[in-house]
């Protein structure tokens, strides 16, 4: 846009219209299980057709300029948020909000209304500097209270630097599209990622690269082991709900030929699960059973508790994992977990993220030993 028409722009009027008469549309663009070649996700963006400016970044400049970012993101959020119920079988949803706004009574409105937030992402865009106070961690926990994971996103870019990451502990890293473009002709680049991911891994987060464009830097991302992406090259923005490209279904069904034979599907165990870690007494009653797995009420596993003489059951957060994970993979995030913690059963999901039962560590390092 020149300046000569962004100076004859009615900005006032155009975010009145945007925020008050609803004049926002959202798309969704798919999020891939790059290990398995199915679509997981999907990321909201909101678009202003009918409007002299189309770019949104555009509008939330604007909105910013003008005092009403915190109306402009909300009403996105809330056009966003409607298909929220009708998302596909296990698969999560992205909003984006910038932690600015995070707790002005807007947004907070709109969370009040969605209510359940579980299958919700909500990523921090952060397009200007921002303290992380106690106001904004309060904010947050009131999200993830609500079910909701949090999300850094454009990693590696502006503002979302590694503080934010050791401050915010987000459940999803996404990397920013400047760090992915050409990945399959940068070593650098390269080893960044790797770096990245393995610091996702200690902290028990999502590696998500966006900005996916070309076959190589699909190629690249898989040899890393990058468990999620997105782009133009998996899937564009659209009307819910779009699939996986057929080019990048075919690209994905190669590569990944090889793993799925071996899954942690041969190595589970089942012990007893519990919705109160009070419970898990009772079930080591029984003179056979040495470990017990506390759930929550929608059978998602949160710890294993091996400790039978202790007072009260030791609740330490547990890893979870898919089990059509590859017996190396799951390896590969079982070690980075921080001193004595890479030892402890690894917490099997299904693809709604129930649990199905464990993978013990040692048994894990038989089956690679074997292989």
């Given at each position: 846009?020149?300046?000569?028409?962004?100076?004859?722009?009615?900005?006032?009027?155009?975010?009145?219209?945007?925020?008050?008469?609803?004049?926002?549309?959202?798309?969704?663009?798919?999020?891939?299980?790059?290990?398995?070649?199915?679509?997981?996700?999907?990321?909201?963006?909101?678009?202003?057709?009918?409007?002299?400016?189309?770019?949104?970044?555009?509008?939330?400049?604007?909105?910013?300029?003008?005092?009403?970012?915190?109306?402009?993101?909300?009403?996105?959020?809330?056009?966003?948020?409607?298909?929220?119920?009708?998302?596909?079988?296990?698969?999560?949803?992205?909003?984006?909000?910038?932690?600015?706004?995070?707790?002005?009574?807007?947004?907070?409105?709109?969370?009040?209304?969605?209510?359940?937030?579980?299958?919700?992402?909500?990523?921090?865009?952060?397009?200007?500097?921002?303290?992380?106070?106690?106001?904004?961690?309060?904010?947050?926990?009131?999200?993830?209270?609500?079910?909701?994971?949090?999300?850094i996103d454009d990693a590696g870019s502006g503002y979302a630097g590694l503080a934010q990451l050791l401050t915010v502990r987000p459940a999803m890293i996404k990397l920013d599209r400047a760090l992915i473009r050409d990945l399959d002709h940068d070593e650098a680049k390269r080893a960044?990622?790797?770096?990245?991911?393995?610091?996702?891994?200690?902290?028990?987060?999502?590696?998500?690269?966006?900005?996916?464009?070309?076959?190589?830097?699909?190629?690249?991302?898989?040899?890393?082991?990058?468990?999620?992406?997105?782009?133009?090259?998996?899937?564009?923005?659209?009307?819910?709900?779009?699939?996986?490209?057929?080019?990048?279904?075919?690209?994905?069904?190669?590569?990944?030929?090889?793993?799925?034979?071996?899954?942690?599907?041969?190595?589970?165990?089942?012990?007893?699960?519990?919705?109160?870690?009070?419970?898990?007494?009772?079930?080591?009653?029984?003179?056979?059973?040495?470990?017990?797995?506390?759930?929550?009420?929608?059978?998602?596993?949160?710890?294993?508790?091996?400790?039978?003489?202790?007072?009260?059951?030791?609740?330490?957060?547990?890893?979870?994992?898919?089990?059509?994970?590859?017996?190396?993979?799951?390896?590969?995030?079982?070690?980075?977990?921080?001193?004595?913690?890479?030892?402890?059963?690894?917490?099997?999901?299904?693809?709604?993220?129930?649990?199905?039962?464990?993978?013990?560590?040692?048994?894990?390092?038989?089956a690679l030993a074997s292989s």
């Open positions: 846009m020149t300046a000569e028409i962004e100076t004859r722009l009615d900005w006032p009027g155009m975010l009145h219209e945007a925020i008050e008469g609803g004049r926002m549309q959202a798309v969704y663009q798919p999020i891939v299980d790059v290990a398995r070649g199915v679509v997981v996700g999907y990321e909201a963006l909101i678009r202003f057709p009918s409007f002299p400016v189309s770019s949104p970044d555009a509008w939330f400049a604007a909105a910013h300029d003008h005092g009403r970012s915190a109306e402009l993101q909300a009403a996105a959020l809330r056009i966003a948020l409607r298909e929220k119920a009708n998302l596909p079988g296990n698969c999560f949803l992205t909003v984006n909000v910038g932690p600015e706004v995070l707790h002005h009574p807007a947004i907070q409105r709109v969370w009040a209304d969605v209510g359940d937030l579980r299958w919700v992402v909500v990523e921090l865009t952060e397009h200007f500097a921002v303290e992380y106070n106690g106001v904004l961690h309060a904010a947050l926990e009131r999200l993830r209270s609500a079910g909701a994971l949090i999300a960044l990622v790797e770096m990245v991911g393995t610091f996702a891994g200690r902290i028990d987060a999502w590696l998500l690269a966006e900005g996916v464009e070309r076959e190589g830097e699909l190629d690249a991302l898989v040899a890393l082991n990058v468990p999620l992406a997105q782009g133009f090259h998996l899937g564009r923005p659209a009307l819910p709900w779009a699939p996986l490209r057929p080019e990048a279904d075919r690209q994905l069904a190669d590569k990944t030929s090889d793993r799925l034979g071996a899954t942690l599907r041969t190595l589970l165990e089942h012990p007893p699960m519990v919705t109160d870690a009070t419970l898990a007494f009772a079930a080591f009653a029984d003179p056979s059973v040495d470990l017990v797995v506390l759930c929550d009420d929608d059978r998602r596993p949160i710890a294993s508790l091996d400790d039978r003489s202790a007072p009260l059951p030791l609740v330490t957060p547990d890893m979870r994992i898919n089990l059509d994970t590859s017996p190396s993979d799951a390896a590969l995030r079982a070690i980075t977990r921080i001193g004595t913690e890479w030892a402890r059963p690894l917490l099997c999901t299904d693809n709604a993220g129930r649990y199905v039962g464990v993978v013990r560590i040692p048994r894990l390092l038989h």
